[in-house]
């Protein structure tokens, strides 16, 4: 902080050290000055300078300190006062910048949440439709027709459920309910959901759950899972996906394994990142790289340990991690 100090003032220090060389330069010319009086004369001088620099100093850092270390958080009425013209000047200017710019934040604040709420609602709407547009496929008698039809219904159904829960998520501590979710019901009903899909693509299950129940919230936590299953069907061509429940190390676990492309070493530490698809897969235009990315933030909040192994061309493994007595439990037992 000295040495910034010196580098404001540098300009004071320069013009005094050329009065000094210029009164030297004086003396010199003129032998009727004394030069060891004007050497005198610059040492009570310089002693000086250096008194009032460290006072100035001492005043004056702690403000620019204050201001340097200043959090844009901070309400700047906490701040040191003003002891000077210039001061209040700069901390006037802070303080109707910083004003202007929560102004500001606050109306983005707004039009963001509008927007939002328009969107849920606009999604919302578009689902009853789709709930109509799924009834009257039902009733079709073509069944190639019939399953193309439904094939591309279970898209718009997807990404319409992943644009709401992306929505949401930011939002999702409010909206926890923490109860005793049966794993069997929520991956049924999910299966049951993908089969059209499925059954397209010659893709059974092979569900063994050891451990049926688990603390969590069943709404997120079958938005969890449907982000896993769907991306194992996705990225595979047929066979089974295996998927188990057990205990290890006094932990629930629910693995979901397909042998599907998997994943390039490469990729795997990205995979959970916003907006990141296959650098090996380039040619499916359908990946939106968000399925993962929204997976992770809701088993974040669910207090899920997500893990994954996979090779290319052989399958992946994600694995999620429930505490089998964590503190859902606890605020349960209470």
Same mark, same amino acid.
């Given at each position: ?83 000077? %013209? ?42 009853? %439709? ?108 047929? /066979? ?19 042998? /599907? ?7 795997? %530490?990205?995979?959970?990142?916003? /907006? ?14 968000? /399925? ?43």
């Amino acid at each position: 902080m000295i040495k910034t100090y010196l580098k404001e003032k540098r300009s004071w220090i320069v013009f005094f050290i050329s009065v000094q060389l210029l009164l030297i330069f004086i003396a010199y010319l003129d032998a009727s000055v004394s030069l060891t009086a004007i050497f005198y004369f610059n040492f009570l001088s310089t002693l000086l300078l250096i008194i009032f620099l460290f006072y100035r100093y001492q005043k004056e850092a702690a403000y620019y300190k204050e201001l340097k270390e200043l959090n844009p958080a901070m309400d700047l009425s906490e701040m040191t006062e003003a002891k000077s %013209p210039f001061e209040e000047i700069v901390q006037k200017s802070l303080t109707d910048f910083i004003y202007h710019q929560k102004q500001q934040l606050s109306r983005q604040t707004l039009e963001l949440d509008q927007e939002k709420q328009d969107l849920l609602a606009w999604i919302h709407e578009v689902k009853t %439709p789709l709930t109509a547009m799924k009834l009257m496929v039902d009733r079709l008698e073509d069944l190639k027709l019939k399953k193309q039809i439904t094939f591309e219904w279970l898209r718009i159904h997807l990404l319409l459920d992943q644009q709401l829960h992306s929505r949401r998520i930011s939002s999702m501590e409010n909206d926890l309910f923490v109860e005793k979710a049966d794993l069997e019901t929520i991956i049924f009903d999910e299966i049951k959901t993908l089969q059209s899909w499925c059954i397209q693509k010659g893709i059974g299950f092979e569900v063994d759950l050891k451990e049926q129940f688990v603390w969590s919230d069943s709404k997120w936590l079958s938005f969890v899972i449907r982000q896993f299953l769907t991306n194992a069907v996705k990225y595979s061509e047929s /066979g089974d996906i295996e998927i188990k429940s057990f205990t290890e190390d006094g932990m629930i676990k629910l693995s979901i394994t397909d042998y /599907g492309v998997g994943i390039s070493n490469r990729d795997l %530490p990205r995979i959970f990142e916003k /907006g990141f698809t296959s650098t090996s897969n380039h040619h499916n235009q359908a990946a939106t790289g968000m /399925g993962l990315y929204l997976a992770t933030q809701a088993a974040n909040a669910l207090s899920i340990t997500i893990t994954v192994e996979s090779a290319l061309s052989k399958g992946s493994t994600f694995t999620l991690t429930f505490s089998k007595t964590n503190q859902f439990t606890n605020v349960w037992s209470m």
